[in-house]
């Protein structure tokens, strides 16, 4: 297929990456230029802007925030009015994926494909992809999406629902990383080993993927280079925030996470994995 990428951080690249080896015409944008270059020693192109990214059967976007992607489909050169379909896989607001449902209803559509999985799992193409929007749009992206994950949850045919699912996903992940690290926390100060602690936790009731990745991380305090830098952790909990405010639901442990994840980003800096909240519970226990 003839397909542009927009968006070439860590996820992006690696997913971009993944579309070209799978034998897609690619022609890819960012806003920093050279990020592009390992791309086009695999075949890619350059678009010189967005829109000339968007002249292809499917244009898909990763892009840090709302402003990020409200540029590149509204600003010049814009791709609003292109023909490609629009597939973000972004995690933006509620209202913003609505606006976009609204507005590009009448160029080549919109499908809202945010994913789960950290970068290690956008290389091997393995990412989770949650998809809304009409049945036929996602239709079109099977083997896009064939190339970037190992499993695809359709959750209707309104695009917002995915992000909102997404947006639900990674309130519950942040829930998971605090608990760990109050927990460890806990044993710590009592004299077991974390490591003993994650091996027994993993090995009985909690050996869901989330609990494994993210015990290893707070058991070796390995919060730099950050796989998801911690002002991104925050911007997700203010769009879960959002969320729950339209939707009147009360929703008591984001406040506690939310305050964590700013806590690590003054005391840390802003390049921190947003597992760093478990510094935060150490440090509250004197350790």
Known sequence: MKIGFIGLGQMGIAMATNLIDAGHDVT???RSAAKADPLLARGATLAATPADAAQGEVVMTMLADDAALETV?????GIRG?????????????ALAERLTADQGNDGGFVSAPVFGRPPAAAAGALFIVAAGADDRIDRCEKLFAAIGQRVFRVGDTPSAANLVKLSGNFMIMAAIESMAEA???AEKGGVDRAMLLEVLTGTLFGAPVYKTYGEILVEDRFTPAG????????????????AGTLRTPMPVLGVVRDHLRT????????????AIGLVARRGAGL
Not at 73 to 77: I, K, L, S
Not at 82 to 94: E, F, G, Q
Not at 228 to 243: E, H, I, S, T
């Open 28 to 30: 890819v944008w960012n």
């Open 184 to 186: 460890m926390t806990l």
């Open 228 to 243: 998801f830098a911690a002002p991104l952790g925050l911007k997700d909990m203010n769009l879960v925030d959002a969320a």
């Open 264 to 275: 690590a980003i003054a005391q840390d800096g802003p390049d921190v994995d947003w597992a």
């Open 82 to 94: 292109c023909p490609a379909l629009h597939v973000s896989h972004s995690t933006i607001s509620v």
């Open 73 to 77: 489909v509204y600003g010049e050169r």
